[in-house]
């Protein structure tokens, strides 16, 4: 079963269409619906300290499955998958210093690997649209604009920094319901960490973000601040580990669990 | 400041007083409104898995705070505590055998040994009451029954086993209010896992539960199971850890964060 432009839309269909390299792109807009999940992998003497971190940094690190050394299956998010292929693009890291990007990692896989799966704000952006909440990297066809603040997050071992976060210009009257919507779906960021003032939280100026591209930001818009999945990224880089795999940003394992399974009420 | 029966209110009091050991009793109904915790203390060299554990059933495990090998201060539930002195009573496991019930652990503490808290239902419990829902086990001055299900939870390295749950009865017109209050309160076992059919979970009768006491289920009442922090206690013992370090049932630590910093919305 194929979709508009031919692609899959199934997403096991598309990750066996991933896994054959023929679908070497970002997976924005595929398979609608269905949670995107972060990937962060690390070696098992590490792995204690990073499952702390995200227990103690939820919404940075909303953690949707780990799954152990010695299995590249994650069996709850998507039976049958492999992390090692199923993803269109990956980032390895050596001593902290990215190393290769390749298709997959199945020649960089160990037994003493442990994967984290984490949510990813495709699923809460999809609530906002459907709300009536404009999102405006979406609409200018952008990468979401990113800033490292002045917001520390909670130490777990040597895993610790700053927490990084992305930003969405909200037209005034719709900053409450932009709370509400997000505020149902902790497992993909949750709630805004701040809203209005960029300055509060160490943003000098939001032309100019940390990475992605900047938007648009119309008058009578508030800026609206939500904790982002590339934290954990960059807070496990300053620890150099020996290796670390991680997707490529906008690059997502695509789960066959569905966005509603995730809010709550 | 004292309150009723001479007992100190805030929660820095009362375990001043614990640590005196002067207060070597349940600490059910002390400090209202204020969050209590389970205990569960293991070598690092299990905490990953544990920690594992908890991640993956969020419902009988609901993580607070977890306390790295190396300290004793619970510093987001309770800055300025010591976990080995703060608790009315302890329980001592050596592989998997209760060893000892004392009312402090100074003797047995060791730097690798790693604190896990863990949400307790006393803060559902009074919600559910603030909202008109009779708790029959508090009614009756009883333990919360408890039974062993069919319900598995999902496994990380060894700990494994069934969930423990408890049951309240609740009169049938307010089982969605039951529902309703507890979601409110994912931090401390959530929504509950089963209403209304025990045979269905495994539970044979219900007037002879595993742990704790029966209570009087009237006409009109409809069994209602929650998960229950006994859970992971259980789960740890199965794996005959060399040593492991609990509460005692019903002498919790007595934190300074209120309950209702846990609801959600």
Chains 1, 2 share one sequence.
Request: net charge neutral; aromatic share 6%.
């Amino acid at each position: 079963m194929t979709g508009p432009g031919g692609l899959p839309v199934t997403p096991r269909a598309l990750r066996q269409e991933i896994r054959k390299r023929k679908l070497a792109r970002p997976t924005c807009g595929l398979a609608p619906g269905y949670v995107q999940a972060n990937l962060v992998v690390l070696p098992q003497e590490r792995a204690f300290d990073f499952l702390l971190f995200c227990q103690r940094n939820p919404k940075p690190c909303p953690l949707l499955e780990v799954v152990e050394g010695g299995s590249t299956e994650p069996r709850e998010l998507a039976p049958g998958a492999d992390l090692r292929t199923d993803i269109p693009r990956y980032r390895v890291y050596r001593d902290g210093a990215l190393a290769d990007e390749p298709e997959d990692v199945v020649r960089y896989w160990r037994d003493d690997l442990v994967s984290f799966l984490i949510g990813c704000s495709f699923t809460f952006e999809r609530a906002l649209l459907e709300a009536g909440v404009p999102v405006r990297h979406v609409e200018q066809g952008r990468n979401v604009p990113m800033f490292v603040t002045s917001i520390p997050t909670k130490a777990a071992g040597a895993f610790a920094g700053p927490m990084v976060v992305t930003m969405r210009p909200i037209p005034r009257e719709k900053v409450v319901t932009a709370v509400q919507v997000t505020s149902r779906f902790p497992a993909v960021h949750g709630a805004p960490v701040h809203i209005g003032e960029p300055e509060a939280i160490g943003i000098a100026d939001l032309a100019r973000p940390d990475m992605g591209d900047p938007v648009t930001i119309n008058e009578g818009e508030v800026p609206v601040f939500w904790a982002c999945g590339v934290t954990p990224q960059a807070v496990a880089i300053r620890t150099r580990p020996p290796l670390m795999i991680t997707h490529s940003p906008g690059h997502m394992l695509v789960t066959d669990r569905r966005d509603a399974e995730y809010a709550v009420f």
